[in-house]
């Protein structure tokens, strides 16, 4: 097997249009994920993490101006034709987001979503693909698995919820998954599991994971290596011991310095 990166950005800029001109809210950014790592894109609020996400996904609004280069296994995401982008996405490119509430659709059961979703990559009977939704609700910590499957998103708690969009993005066992701030929402003891079970899954799967988050001390908790953006750019990027024990950049310090 390949050592090499499973994702490398490289030089990524995203800009949009504001009044005439175009602000840069992604600048020059490049940073690698390998295969089964977990690495932590940090940063404040405002700093261009969720586009970075988006540009990867290829789920930037068409206002967006993007440049640089995303290799995903071999592949430009960035000049990937939207058809095969969508058929990366789900099956080997997953994502959660920070509300699960805005991605689980409410009229739907928990049960017939992620039927949904594996059927949409695969041609299994809808029996098979609920058997397989019971196996991940059940990876995914979620107790008495069969009787969930007819609950609608409402009926869930927000940890819950968000374990029920971990078990989607799974469903396909992707080689990488982004989590966009998944625990931001949630209670600090549901937040602690939450990470476990990130953990738990990529030894399980050997899925990659690209974390995103403002809170350095998740960070420290789970990652392998952080990239640390402020202001659009990335500013340092290192071991997670190294970036506590010797942060390169200001702003790297003061994050650290805040963490609870
Ligand atoms: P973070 O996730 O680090 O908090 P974001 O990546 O969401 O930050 O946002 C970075 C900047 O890009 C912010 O200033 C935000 O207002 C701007 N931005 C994000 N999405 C859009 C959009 N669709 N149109 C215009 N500006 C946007
Ligand atoms: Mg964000």
Same mark, same amino acid.
């Given at each position: 097997m390949s050592t090499g990166p499973i994702l490398s950005v490289e030089h990524l800029s995203v800009s949009f249009p504001m009044g005439r001109e175009r602000l840069v809210v992604v600048n020059d950014v490049s940073f690698d994920v390998r295969p089964g790592e977990l690495v932590g894109l940090v940063g404040e609020s405002g700093s261009g993490k969720s586009v970075t996400a988006l540009a990867i996904m290829g #789920? #930037? $609004?068409? *206002?967006a101006h993007v440049i640089g280069r995303i290799d995903f296994q071999g592949e430009d995401l960035l000049t990937l034709p939207r058809r095969r982008m969508r058929g990366l996405r789900g099956r080997r490119l997953g994502m959660i987001f920070q509300e699960p509430m805005t991605s689980l659709?409410? =009229? @739907? *059961?928990v049960g017939d979503q992620i039927c949904e979703a594996i059927r949409a990559h695969e041609a299994i009977s809808r029996k098979e693909a609920l058997d397989r939704a019971v196996l991940l609700l059940e990876k995914v910590? =979620? $107790?008495? $698995?069969r009787s969930r &499957? @007819?609950?609608?998103?409402?009926? &869930?708690s927000g940890g819950m919820r968000q374990r029920v969009m971990i078990a989607i993005a799974l469903c396909l066992s992707p080689k990488l998954l982004i989590a966009d701030e998944?625990?931001?929402? &949630?209670d600090v003891t549901i937040q602690a599991q939450l990470l476990d079970m990130l953990q738990a899954l990529r030894e399980e799967f050997g899925t990659a994971i690209l974390l995103i988050t403002h809170n350095m001390g998740v960070m420290a908790e789970v990652a392998d290596r952080a990239v640390v953006m402020y202001a659009s750019r990335v500013v340092e990027q290192a071991a997670i011991e190294d970036l506590f024990d010797r942060p390169q950049h200001p702003y790297t310090e003061g994050l650290l310095g805040s963490t609870p």
């Open positions: #789920l #930037l $609004p068409e *206002t659709n409410p =009229i @739907f *059961t910590g =979620i $107790p008495s $698995p &499957l @007819f609950d609608y998103p409402h009926q &869930l998944p625990t931001t929402a &949630l």
